[in-house]
């Protein structure tokens, strides 16, 4: 079986080939770290993230062109953020949270109508998440979802008291309805609290109202674990996986094309120290390039194919 299986996987990283886009003109982003990235139609939208401090920038790649433009955008602009949460609705675009200096993080929520590039800070009723970084920010059904992040306990910001979460609020965003916060019960096997994990989203099919993949993160070691959570129940489960399990990482990225998640770079530790991740700690960690793949057509086989952090998103092509 174990034959069958790494023949497999390397018929499946034979069919995976990068190529380096080297004809981009326009007026390129700087190079950063903890920015945002998602895709309408033909264009990739880039928002923050930081480099020598924190950026406040948005750009757009047009894919089908290969040209870069930073749109003149207008109304309530956000302050620069990185680690935050960014989804895309339509042409309606959500940015939750993140750092906003060093040690002060966010809660505020803004919406972005690319339609005519104009920013609005909205005020939802109801009690907010508190202000984090790393949690993740996923859109089922015209309704967001925020799950975990790092809190900064102290109100000094230039003294950092981290507080790992794995709490839930989410937000209906229908168009016509009140925007308020909730924060759902959920039952099962809730995910440690960690950030800097990744997680995507399946829409509902005939057997389900949708479900979110959580996958590794960090909360003072890198994890590696995968849960699964069922919308309509708020119930989280732990599936049983096979294949060749990647090394624990954060600060990855994942995306969902079609029934397959692909999980891409991030960091991971240098070797894995029983004792020193029994105390909560790591010494030693480095950036990877390594891509991994899991088939979530029953979430039965994560495989790692052939070998950064930053933003990895999919689009459709012509």
Same mark, same amino acid.
């Given at each position: 079986?174990?034959?069958?299986?790494?023949?497999?996987?390397?018929?499946?990283?034979?069919?995976?080939?990068?190529?380096?886009?080297?004809?981009?003109?326009? /007026?390129?982003?700087?190079?950063? &770290? !903890? &920015?945002?990235?998602?895709?309408?139609?033909?264009?990739?939208?880039?928002?923050?993230?930081?480099?020598?401090?924190?950026?406040? +920038?948005? &750009?757009?790649?047009?894919?089908?062109?290969?040209?870069?433009?930073?749109?003149?955008?207008?109304?309530?602009? /956000?302050?620069?953020?990185?680690?935050?949460?960014?989804?895309?609705?339509?042409?309606?675009?959500?940015?939750? =949270? =993140?750092?906003? #200096?060093?040690?002060?993080?966010?809660?505020? %929520?803004?919406?972005?109508?690319?339609? *005519?590039?104009?920013?609005?800070?909205?005020? $939802?009723?109801?009690?907010?998440?508190? $202000?984090?970084?790393?949690?993740?920010?996923?859109?089922?059904?015209?309704?967001?979802?925020?799950?975990?992040?790092?809190?900064?306990?102290?109100?000094? $910001?230039?003294?950092?008291? /981290?507080?790992?979460?794995?709490?839930?609020?989410?937000?209906?965003?229908? +168009?016509?309805?009140? %925007?308020?916060?909730?924060?759902? *019960?959920?039952?099962?096997?809730? /995910?440690?609290?960690? #950030?800097? &994990?990744?997680?995507?989203?399946?829409?509902?099919?005939?057997?389900?109202?949708?479900?979110?993949?959580?996958? !590794?993160?960090?909360?003072?070691?890198?994890?590696?674990?995968?849960?699964? %959570?069922?919308?309509?129940?708020?119930?989280?489960?732990?599936?049983?996986?096979?294949?060749?399990?990647?090394? $624990?990482?954060?600060?990855?990225?994942?995306?969902?094309?079609?029934?397959?998640?692909?999980?891409?770079? =991030?960091?991971?530790?240098?070797?894995?120290?029983?004792?020193?991740?029994?105390?909560?700690?790591?010494?030693?960690?480095?950036?990877?390039?390594?891509?991994?793949?899991?088939?979530?057509?029953?979430?039965?086989?994560?495989?790692?194919?052939? !070998?950064? %952090?930053?933003?990895?998103?999919?689009?459709?092509?012509?």
């Amino acid at each position: 079986f174990r034959s069958r299986f790494r023949q497999r996987s390397t018929k499946m990283a034979a069919s995976i080939k990068w190529r380096k886009i080297l004809s981009c003109s326009g /007026p390129a982003p700087r190079p950063r &770290h !903890g &920015h945002r990235a998602v895709a309408i139609k033909d264009l990739i939208i880039i928002f923050g993230g930081g480099n020598e401090g924190i950026v406040d +920038e948005l &750009h757009v790649l047009n894919t089908a062109t290969n040209q870069w433009f930073a749109p003149a955008v207008r109304g309530d602009i /956000p302050n620069g953020c990185a680690a935050f949460g960014f989804v895309c609705d339509g042409v309606r675009l959500l940015v939750f =949270g =993140g750092m906003v #200096e060093y040690g002060k993080y966010s809660n505020d %929520l803004y919406e972005l109508l690319a339609s *005519r590039w104009e920013w609005r800070r909205l005020t $939802p009723l109801g009690t907010p998440p508190c $202000p984090r970084l790393g949690h993740s920010f996923n859109l089922v059904s015209q309704k967001a979802f925020i799950f975990a992040g790092l809190a900064n306990d102290s109100a000094d $910001p230039k003294i950092n008291i /981290p507080r790992y979460m794995n709490d839930m609020h989410t937000l209906d965003i229908k +168009e016509g309805k009140t %925007l308020q916060w909730d924060c759902p *019960r959920m039952f099962g096997a809730i /995910p440690l609290a960690r #950030e800097s &994990h990744s997680c995507v989203s399946i829409p509902p099919k005939d057997d389900h109202q949708g479900k979110l993949v959580v996958y !590794g993160g960090m909360n003072g070691c890198r994890l590696g674990d995968l849960y699964t %959570l069922d919308i309509a129940s708020m119930f989280w489960t732990k599936p049983e996986l096979s294949g060749v399990t990647p090394l $624990p990482r954060s600060l990855h990225s994942a995306v969902l094309i079609k029934n397959k998640m692909y999980v891409f770079g =991030g960091w991971v530790p240098l070797a894995i120290d029983v004792e020193n991740r029994a105390s909560g700690q790591e010494r030693e960690w480095k950036c990877t390039n390594t891509l991994a793949c899991l088939n979530l057509g029953g979430v039965n086989g994560m495989r790692e194919c052939v !070998g950064s %952090l930053g933003s990895f998103i999919s689009f459709k092509t012509r």
